[in-house]
Nanobody, 125 residues
Framework: QLVESGGGLVQPGGSLRLSCEAS????????IGWFRQAPGKEREGVSC????????NYADSVKGRFTISRDYAKRTVYLQMNNLKPEDTAVYYC????????????????????WGQGTQVTVSS
C-alpha cells in the first residue's frame, strides 16, 4: 500500500514536503507519480519519478517550484513543494505505475494502478 503524509496549511510562498511511503512493494520496480485534485476540478498529474530515479517529469504549473525524489532504503518518495500558491490547494495523492524494474522514464498519463488515501494541502493567508 501507499501512505501519504506531510500535508497541512501553509501561507503563500511557504513550503511543504510530502511523503509517500510504500509497504509491501519493491520500490525500484515502479515509477511513482504525484497527483492532485482540487474541489470541483479534475485530477491532474503533478510529478513522477522513474523506477531507477533517473527520470523525472513535472507539470508546467509546478516546474521550478516542486522537486520529486526517492529514498529506496526508506521506501519513500518525496515531493518538495516550494513557493506555494493558493492554486496549489488540493488533495495530493501518490500512485504507482505498472512494473518497470529500474526503468529510466515515467509518464504522468500512464495507467497508475495503486493509489494512496491522499493528504490535504491548503495554501492560504
Amino acid at each position: 500500500q501507499l501512505v501519504e503524509s506531510g500535508g497541512g496549511l501553509v501561507q503563500p510562498g511557504g513550503s511543504l514536503r510530502l511523503s509517500c511511503e510504500a509497504s509491501g512493494l519493491t520500490l525500484h520496480y515502479y515509477a511513482i507519480g504525484w497527483f492532485r485534485q482540487a474541489p470541483g476540478k479534475e485530477r491532474e498529474g503533478v510529478s513522477c519519478i522513474s523506477a531507477s530515479g533517473s527520470g523525472k517529469n513535472y507539470a508546467d504549473s509546478v516546474k521550478g517550484r516542486f522537486t520529486i525524489s526517492r529514498d529506496y532504503a526508506k521506501r519513500t518518495v518525496y515531493l518538495q513543494m516550494n513557493n506555494l500558491k493558493p492554486e496549489d490547494t488540493a488533495v495530493y495523492y501518490c500512485a504507482k505505475d505498472a512494473p518497470d524494474p529500474l526503468g529510466s522514464s515515467c509518464r504522468l498519463d500512464s495507467d497508475y494502478d495503486l493509489w494512496g488515501q491522499g493528504t490535504q494541502v491548503t495554501v492560504s493567508s
